[in-house]
């Protein structure tokens, strides 16, 4: 009897133990899975941060310098951070331990690509489940074992669906969708497209959307009990039901000929697109015909802009609000009417992310800074520098558990933000 009550007891204390390990490091509200976090809004909802910096800034808990090169920023589930970067002429994937940057995998998806800018990835690893997805800048597109990082099923976008490489090489980052994993080709028939997410195969082809890729990623959401797909390609803001990549609008309006890159805005069946080169933003207004299954969705411009030109650093939709960069200038606009609330030079020219009140923007010139995200004006919070690597500070910042992480090039560094 005392034998098999021992055996019970260790056999509950290891079943406790798995489940606080698995606690540990699975998903949390605190995580940053993909691109933008986890609605693709630059949004985190961590709260208990740092209001306001010291001189020197928040205090670093560690940094690596072995990264590789890349502009890529970084996804996190848990103890997991998953970047990716060159190394030696090839993209990889890594996956480090948050706690203190130490690798634990890194795996090599195919060769790397290179263009005056720098070498490296662009893009920004997604997490769904026991997996990670990844797309490399020369379209090698890869389904991951979170764990071990063993590669279950690759493909390249580029070959499989004919299409041509970007200027400054693809930079998107996976869209997870349901059963399906969505990217942007820019083939003939085959704009975008979506592959099951389980074993790579072909579900659709957006056979009316050839358009060339552009910079952007692709977001989802529901409008009118239409799933919709949303994008910025080389040459409109597009529209696309999601069941079967049927395209339903396309504003070529907001799109330049040189690079259209920031991820689309969604909110309450309204979209915001924008990109730089002299060309400005809009905002649509969508409308759902018919039901969810046949139903397509009309857009209606609402408003054009030349108010909020944003090259590269994204923007974000905080309480009725827009903020983002507008060429080199901080910009708050009003998302309902485009009216200018405020512009500040800040801290230059960067990209944005946001928690507990607060714009996190890095500098493309390395400088970091924290402002109150406010209509009412820029009021800084605190700033400081990091070190030069030689190219610009594109990789957008993240928070995520408490910390601020700030990726340039082959380092990597994270910043304890909590408050005390």
């Avoid at 009897?1 to 699975?26: C, E, H, I, N, Y």
């Avoid at 080169?277 to 054009?304: K, N, S």
């Avoid at 507990?356 to 800084?380: F, K, Q, S």
Wanted: net charge neutral; charged share 15%.
């Amino acid at each position: 009897m005392k034998t098999r009550l021992s055996v019970l007891v260790l056999f509950v204390l290891a079943r406790v133990t798995l489940a606080a390990s698995q606690s540990a490091s699975g998903p949390s509200s605190n995580d940053w899975p993909q691109w933008r976090g986890p609605d693709r809004t630059g949004l985190s909802k961590e709260s208990g941060l740092l209001q306001q910096w010291p001189a020197s800034g928040p205090p670093r808990e560690w940094m690596i310098s072995n990264l590789g090169s890349g502009f890529g920023s970084l996804s996190v589930q848990g103890d997991r951070i998953f970047v990716q970067s060159q190394i030696g002429g090839r993209s990889t994937v890594a996956s480090l331990n948050s706690a203190d940057g130490a690798l634990v995998w890194s795996v090599a998806l195919g060769s790397g690509g290179d263009n005056y800018m720098g070498p490296g990835p662009r893009g920004t690893p997604t997490i769904d489940g026991d997996r990670v997805y990844v797309l490399t800048e020369n379209g090698d597109l890869a389904a991951l074992a979170f764990a071990d990082g063993s590669i279950l099923w690759q493909r390249n976008i580029l070959r499989d669906f004919n299409g041509r490489n970007i200027g400054w090489l693809i930079s998107e980052s996976p869209l997870i969708e349901g059963d399906h994993v969505i990217v942007t080709p820019g083939g003939r028939g085959a704009g975008v497209v979506a592959l099951d997410k389980m074993t790579g195969r072909t579900v659709w082809t957006s056979q009316d959307l050839s358009d060339q890729a552009g910079y952007a990623s692709v977001i989802a959401a529901d409008v009118g009990g239409v799933r919709t797909l949303m994008t910025l390609t080389s040459e409109a803001g597009v529209g696309l039901r999601a069941s079967d990549g049927k395209l339903m609008w396309k504003y070529p309006r907001v799109a330049n000929g040189t690079a259209n890159i920031a991820t689309p805005i969604f909110h309450e069946n309204k979209v915001f697109y924008t990109s730089d080169y002299g060309t400005g933003g809009v905002l649509l207004a969508l409308t759902a015909q018919g039901g969810p299954q046949g139903g397509e969705v009309r857009a209606q411009e609402v408003y054009f802009t030349k108010d909020l030109m944003n090259h590269h650093g994204g923007v974000l939709l905080i309480d009725g609000y827009l903020y983002g960069f507008h060429n080199s200038i901080l910009t708050c606009l009003e998302f309902a009417t485009g009216k200018v609330m405020w512009r500040d030079r800040s801290v230059g020219k960067g990209s944005l992310t946001y928690a507990d009140g607060n714009l996190y923007i890095l500098g493309e010139d390395n400088v970091v800074g924290l402002a109150e995200a406010t209509p009412a004006g820029y009021r800084e919070r605190g700033r400081f520098l990091i070190a030069d690597q030689g190219l610009p500070s594109w990789a957008h910042p993240v928070v995520s558990g408490g910390r601020l992480y700030i990726r340039n090039q082959g380092t990597l560094a994270s910043y304890d933000i909590r408050a005390r």
